[in-house]
């Protein structure tokens, strides 16, 4: 039986790279009849994993009479409660699992996938969430309110069942088990992992648990005192910052400790939980996330949708999504917890859709392309949602085949080792007592997927099969070729967790800059590098060695006022040591307890070799970001026709070049230029492919060049030097 490890962002089946080609079946919105059916025909489209959330609402039986607790895993109650025949039928298939069982699964059920008896609507003795304002937080399919994760009685019955839901994945996990992977939790607590920070933790059993984070941090109440120019008696009484809109968020300099302990808060509440579920499931296999994009929040087109009415969200906070998720989620610091995984409900990359509705129209600066980008490339991780046929829920135009193909091939370009075609069918069975809204709305589950309720297939599963097979069959190889990075992006949680706070000089008040880290920084900057042929990644300052910083050569840092005495340090010896460092902004005077600490500005202020600064912001001017990069010693690997954007990962010999027209109607003439190489290109509209070539040849590719929503099929060219290669349409190619 073959061995599975996980290690690098990948994984690994029987020490050779494992390229992860999924899809979601949630077995239970579909009858039992239907699995083996459907799973045979998701492993006939190259499928190799199937990926499910294991709902708790749907499983647990309550008696309201006599309050006993049990579980149907055997479909004794309803045929598509029974998870262990669900499992076996995809054990004798051959295919592998990802198991997803909470104990919030999303997914559109009612309260997320809790039960009733779960939830503070239902149950008194469970206190709820609480954003700042004091309100509840609801859940956003059927206003229930969801539980603080702190709260005793909530953390008993989540904990019961998991330990139930462990008991049936036993058989499946461990030498010569299917089950691969864990997630737990869904885009972190409660769909929470891009939302703002006064949206969550401001009830009693979340607060406790801040105070004693608090306690842990300063250890005495004195000490806190001093650091925040403050006079508590105890922690106990120590407010969480609150949201008031058009005043400054601190007079003093001390006064901002409050929105980075907050931050870190924030942070690590999510971490814990995810700790604390994990020890509880037991199951000793690689445990994913699936952290929701680096983008504004999409707001669906639910028929039920009373959430975002309920937590505020002043227009201007709006642009400051970036701050809110580099301050929560410390991914890179979190590495002794879970792995890295994404999903990327963003918008249509194709044609830079943020919304759910809006026609396509100008390009502009392709903003929901590079989030894709930027998502997956925050870390290597796998794509765990990839909307393949959500039409009605999201867009309209994901019906079309070429949207979920296009952005499936954006985020492997990104980094991603692995995507989740979610879902891989159409789902037509299920109660109201699990799911009340989304027949609302339509009702199928989703609208458009590659399989349909009675199994027939048409385009989008020719395209999902057209795509997988592609990677099932070269995808050992591709994981091992990696992008050349040109500059990695340093992020310092603590300047985020107060920027996330701050839209404007409007709330600032202090004679520095704002500190900022993705809004007017790294997203900027990184549009910059997709438009340039720079490849670029993301990590945490505070989780890098100076070694590893030395590993990525050339580290790209927008300073604030102050920065951790450590944190100076390691940013000089990197330099000493020979790293470069580009760095703008204003020079850190301080420390992280606004303490006087100039270690780093008295450094560069001495002009050594190997920084390059500038005082303003460079990182969202092209020209002086690209010549801080030339000045850096930057050398151009990739280079590319415009609206087009192509990504080359290496390996040896062999090359890996995505490519992404955005033109609209006709022929275009393209070419991308990558070590020596010139790949000639004619494409269509947002014809996008994979081109792997080894040496001087193409050996094999896949490319999308029927877009069916514009009813155009591209007759598409490629040739590098002597070959020659045309056909019209979508196809795919191996071992040329």
Known sequence: MSSFAYRNGRYYRDGKPFYFVSAEYQYYRDKRANWGPRLDQLKAGHCNVISFYIPWRHHLQHDPRTGAISYDFTGATLDSRDLTTFLNLCRDRGLYMLAKPGPFVHSELNIGGLPDLASPSFNPEIEPVRLCNQQPLYWEHD????PSPNDVVFDKLASDWLRAVAQVLAPHVGEGGRVIGIQLLDETLYCTSNDPPWNFGYDAPDMRHYHRLLKDKYRTIANYNTLHGTAYPAFAFVPAPML????????TRPELLTYMDWGEFQWRIRREFYARYKKTLGVNLPHLTNFAGLTPPIVGNAPSDHEVAVKPLPPAYGKLYTEWWFAQNRVDQD?????????????????????GSSEPGELGDNDVFNRYLNTARRRRGINIEENWGFA??????SKYPMIPFFQTLASVAGGCTGYVIFTGLNHSYWLDDLDRSSRKQYRLYPSHAPIGEHGETGEMYAAMSLINEWFAREGEGFLRAELDFDV????????????????????????HAIPRVGADVIEPAARICNGNGVNYEFAE?????????????????????????????????FVKRGGKLIISGELPAFDEKMKPCAVLANFIRRKPDGVVYSAGNIFGDEGAFLDSLNKAGWQKRVSYSDLLRAFVYRHEDDFYVFFFNFDRAGAHDKFVEFYGRRLELTVGSKTCGVVHVRGERIVSYVVKGVNEFEQVTADVRLKLGAQDIEFAGDKAEFDM
């Not at 918008?347 to 830079?352: E, I, L, Q, R, W």
């Not at 009605?392 to 135009?397: G, M």
Request: charged residues 15%; negative net charge.
């Open 143 to 146: 206003h229930t309110q969801l």
């Open 541 to 573: 300052l505070p989780a890098l060695s100076v070694d590893e910083l030395l590993a990525r050569k050339t580290v790209a840092f927008y300073s604030g006022f102050f920065l951790a005495k450590a944190e100076q340090r390691k940013l000089v010896e």
């Open 392 to 397: 009605t829920l999201y867009h309209p135009l």
């Open 244 to 251: 008031e809109p058009s005043r400054p968020v601190a007079a």
């Open 488 to 511: 990695c992006f340093l992020i310092y949680p603590d300047y985020a967790s107060i920027s996330s706070w701050t839209p404007s000089a409007t709330e600032w008040a202090l004679p």
């Open 335 to 355: 590495l002794d917890v879970y792995e890295y995984g994404m999903i990327s409900w963003l918008g249509v990359a194709a044609y830079n859709i943020s919304d």
